[in-house]
């Protein structure tokens, strides 16, 4: 089934560690997206990526860094600088400019303690 | 400065009526715009969309209404089920940036 995966669902971390969330798409999509949710918020626009080796910052970048060497994946990285890391991350992917339907995944309960 | 808003927090309706879920934008570079359906630990799924060059698009018991004056879209859901009882997100799409702007979203609550 084509779809998009993330691990684990949930994680957990020591204060102060660089800690890794995972995102897998074989939907054959260009682009790709990550997101945070905070409890009664929407979804907050971390980074973004339209196509291999390519990606911009979205809207609370800091703290945060991706890497895109391959189409099917777009790891995020939740480093010790990003003051209030414990949220719930979702991935997306979308086929790009023609089309901005998003599929997302199940998403990752980071918490931080 | 949120330029996707959804006022409402929560709705409650009863089964068979209609629900009517409202979401206002301030910028007017965005040019399509979808909903999204969420329930808990889960990720939000696709529902309905439309372009700004449209005022409204049907897709069964769903309709989208866009009022780009009024930088105003809602979305319709009639009859309403208790299965439509999550969370609904409004975005709205710069698609030449290519990314989404979500609102804080709206709990629907169907009771049956």
């Known amino acids: 089934d084509g779809g998009i995966t993330q691990s684990p669902k949930y994680l957990f971390r020591k204060e102060g560690q660089n800690v890794t969330l995972s995102c897998e798409q074989n939907?054959?999509?260009?682009?790709m997206y990550w997101y945070r949710q905070d409890p009664g918020q929407g979804l907050r626009l971390i980074y973004y990526?339209?196509?291999?080796?390519?990606?911009q910052k979205g809207d609370i970048a800091e703290g945060y860094s991706v890497s895109r060497e391959k189409k099917e994946s777009f790891p995020l990285t939740v480093t010790s600088a990003q003051k209030n890391p414990t949220a719930f991350y979702l991935c997306?992917?979308?086929?790009?400019?023609?089309?901005?339907?998003?599929?997302f995944g199940q998403g990752t309960r980071l918490t931080v303690v | 400065d949120q330029q996707v808003k959804q006022n409402s927090p929560s709705l409650s309706v009863q089964e068979g009526r209609i629900s009517i879920l409202n979401c206002d934008y301030t910028?007017?570079?965005?040019?399509?715009f979808l909903w999204y359906k969420k329930y808990p630990a889960e990720g939000p799924t696709f529902l309905i969309s439309?372009?700004?060059?449209?005022d409204k698009n049907e897709d069964g018991r769903f309709t989208v209404f866009l009022n780009k004056s009024a930088k105003h879209l809602s979305l319709h859901i009639v009859p309403s089920q208790p299965g439509d009882s999550a969370v609904y997100f409004c975005?709205?799409?710069?698609?030449?940036?290519?990314?989404?702007?979500f609102g804080d979203g709206t709990t629907l609550t169907v009771k049956p």
């Open positions: 990526s339209q196509i291999v080796n390519d990606f």
């Open positions: 910028n007017s570079m965005f040019d399509y």
């Open positions: 975005a709205a799409t710069d698609l030449n940036a290519g990314k989404s702007t």
């Open positions: 997306a992917s979308s086929i790009g400019t023609g089309g901005p339907e998003a599929f």
């Open positions: 939907l054959n999509h260009d682009a």
């Open positions: 439309i372009s700004s060059i449209k």
